[in-house]
């Protein structure tokens, strides 16, 4: 019999489809809302968590802007909560995975060109939601030397209702207006549903590194992934226009290259997740036809 899945931070992006898909493979959830399990406090998720659980810690403070101004409260959540999990889930005997970002690293390289990011590769955070993230992943690997950290990046869905960035293209692109992206900042956009399917593989305790990769497949630019869901609803991907991030200053800085290699997390076992832009197609046909304009 697999294992339950016990899923902090469940009302987020990630924990509500990895529940949903949890049960669609017929496993046992246990799907915790902040409201059920706040992991700032320190007794909260032990009360929850029993030996061969698997728990996913998708719990964040994930408002990479107004993190800038309260440093305490991101580090509150993404670091010593995140602490607090391991630690419940070490003195439970449970598993964990725990998910980190992209946002680890600074996109800068000291040998040349941008290349995506393996796991080893320097880390260098230049935003306070970064810094309490990988504090987080350090916190957590001393807590508990046999977590799994998933880095992954750039989450969409692109649902009507969603507030992610798919979401908001999408509905950019129901109007006729042009829309106005940023052309200078490159990632790899990863697919919710995709994220979930690797995070149930890794659940099954058969990946060899601790520190892992999963995002679809390649990098492109926030333009190139905004031109990408124009063209597979059908709207005029011209009206998608470049603009450099200087256009939009914002409180946290984010790195200009962010992408992350699934290379050394493919060889340690873990199914490399499908090319980007054919994740964004498979999205968009999931998300069904384009909301009609007001
Ligand atoms: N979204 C991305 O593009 C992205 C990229 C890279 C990595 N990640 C990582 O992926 C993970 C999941 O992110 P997501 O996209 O699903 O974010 P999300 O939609 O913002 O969900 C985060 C969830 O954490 C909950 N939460 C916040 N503080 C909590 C606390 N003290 N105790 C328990 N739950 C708490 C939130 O609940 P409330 O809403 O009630 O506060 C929310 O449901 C995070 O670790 C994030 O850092 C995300």
């Not at 992209?102 to 040349?112: E, T």
């Not at 798919?166 to 994220?195: E, F, K």
């Not at 998608?240 to 914002?250: C, F, L, Q, W, Y």
Request: aromatic residues 6%.
């Amino acid at each position: 019999m697999s294992s339950r899945i016990v899923i902090t931070g469940a009302g987020g992006l990630v924990g509500r489809v990895l529940a949903g898909q949890a049960r669609q493979q017929g496993r046992d959830v246990l799907a915790l809302t902040s409201a059920e399990c706040d992991i700032t406090d320190p007794s909260a998720s032990e009360r929850f968590i029993s030996s061969d659980d698997v728990v996913v810690n998708c719990a964040a403070y994930t408002k990479v802007d107004a993190a800038e101004a309260d440093p305490d409260r991101a580090a509150a959540v993404n670091t010593v909560g995140a602490e607090y999990v391991a630690h419940a889930c070490a003195r439970a005997g449970a598993s964990l995975i725990h998910l980190s970002t992209d946002y680890v690293f600074s996109g800068a390289f000291h040998d040349g060109e941008p290349r995506p990011y393996d796991i080893d590769d320097d880390v260098g955070p230049l935003s306070v939601y970064g810094r309490t993230k990988l504090a987080g992943e350090f916190a957590v690997l001393s807590a508990m030397p046999t977590a799994y950290i998933v880095r992954t990046a750039w989450i969409y869905e692109g649902r009507d209702d969603g507030s992610d960035f798919a979401a908001g293209i999408r509905r950019a692109a129901a109007g006729t207006d042009t829309v106005d992206v940023v052309a200078d900042q490159i990632g790899s956009p990863t697919y919710v549903v995709d994220l979930a399917e690797a995070l149930l593989q890794i659940a099954g305790g058969e990946i060899s590194e601790a520190v892992l990769h999963a995002a679809n497949g390649g990098a492109c630019s926030r333009y190139e992934q905004a031109q990408a869901i124009f063209e597979e609803v059908g709207a005029d991907p011209a009206r998608v226009k470049p603009v450099g991030s200087d256009r939009h200053p914002r409180p946290a800085p984010r790195p200009p290259y962010s992408a992350l290699s699934e290379v050394k997390s493919a060889a340690a076992g873990l199914t490399p997740l499908r090319p980007w832009r054919d994740a964004v197609a498979a999205a968009m046909e999931a998300a069904g036809p384009l909301p009609s304009t007001p």
